[in-house]
C-alpha cells in the first residue's frame, strides 16, 4: 500500500510482535518518518530501527512508559517540534496478566487498565491538538477478540480492550469534523511474544476453534492497521475490523 509519502508516524510498543510489524509496514509503504516507541526492550528496538531504516524509512526509538501521561505528553510534543508534524498514530502497546476474577490483584489490574487503556486515551489526548492544527490524522487502536467477547482468565485485559472500543468510536466522532479518523483493530490469536506462553493444550484448542484453522502473523494485522491509516479508508471511522480467522465473527 502506498500513499504515506511525507507521513510521520508512532508506534507504541514497537519494539516486538504486532508493532514491530507495523512499523516496518508503514516503512515499506513510503512513511518517511516511524517513530517506535519501547517500555524497556532496548536491543529489540534497535533491532526494530534497522528494519525501518532497511525498508527506507527515517526511524527513531522512545522509551516511555504509557502509562505514564507526563511522559505521553511529552513524548508527542516531542515528535512534533522534531518533525514538524504527526500523521498517524498506533495504539499497540500493551500487556496481559491473566488470572481469574478471584485472585486478580489491584495492581495487576491497575497495570493492564493503565498500559492498555489509559496509556491510548493519554497519547490521543496529546496528539489531538497537533492533528487538528494540521486538518487531519488516523489513530489505530490495537484491542483484541477478547474485549469483544470476554474471556473467563481475562478480566482486566478484557476490560481494557473493551474500554478501547469506547474510546475508539467516541474519539472518533468527537474528532471526525476535523478530518481525523479514529478506528481499531481486533485481533484474534496472533503469534507473538504475548502468546508464546501458552501451553500446548491451550494453544491447540484455541486453534480448533479457528475457521482458518492456524495463529494469525504479526504481518497479518499490520496490513489492516495500514490499510485503516491510507486514503483507501478515508471513509472509515469509528469501526472495529476484526482480525482473527473467524474465531468470531
Ligand atoms: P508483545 O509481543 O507482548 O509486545 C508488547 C509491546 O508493548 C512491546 O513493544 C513492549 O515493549 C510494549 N509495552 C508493554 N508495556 C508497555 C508500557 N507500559 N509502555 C510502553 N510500551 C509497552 O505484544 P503483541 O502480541 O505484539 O501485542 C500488541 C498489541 O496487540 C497489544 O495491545 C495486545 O494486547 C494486542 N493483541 C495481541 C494479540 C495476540 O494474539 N498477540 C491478540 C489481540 C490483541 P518492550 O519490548 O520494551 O517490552
Known sequence: ??????????????????????????????ASTVVISYAGNESAAQETLGLIQAAGAKGE???????DSAACSSAI??????????????NNAGVAVDGLVMRVKDEDWDKQ?????????????????????????????????VGETGN????????????????????????????????????GFIGTDMTAALNEETRKRMVDSIPLARLGAPEEVAQSVLFLASDAASYITGEVLKVNGGMYM
Do not use: W
Not at 493519554?122 to 497537533?130: G, K, N, Q, T, Y
Open 113 to 145: 487498565l493503565d498500559t492498555n487503556l489509559k496509556g491510548a486515551f493519554a497519547l490521543i489526548r496529546a496528539v489531538s491538538r497537533p492533528m487538528m492544527k494540521q486538518r487531519g490524522g488516523a489513530i489505530i487502536n490495537l484491542t483484541s477478540i
Open 1 to 30: 500500500m502506498s500513499g504515506f509519502k511525507d507521513k510521520v508516524v508512532l508506534v507504541t510498543g514497537g519494539s516486538r510482535g504486532i508493532g514491530r510489524a507495523c512499523a516496518v509496514a508503514f516503512a515499506q509503504a513510503g
Open 77 to 90: 510534543e516531542g515528535i512534533v517540534k522534531a518533525h514538524g508534524r504527526l500523521d498517524v498514530l498506533v
Open 152 to 187: 473467563g482468565g481475562q478480566v482486566a485485559y478484557s476490560a481494557s480492550k473493551a474500554g478501547l472500543i469506547g474510546l475508539t468510536k467516541s474519539v472518533a466522532k468527537e474528532l471526525a469534523s476535523r478530518n481525523i479518523r479514529v478506528n481499531a483493530v481486533s485481533p
Open 61 to 67: 526509538a522512545l522509551k516511555f512508559d504509557v502509562s
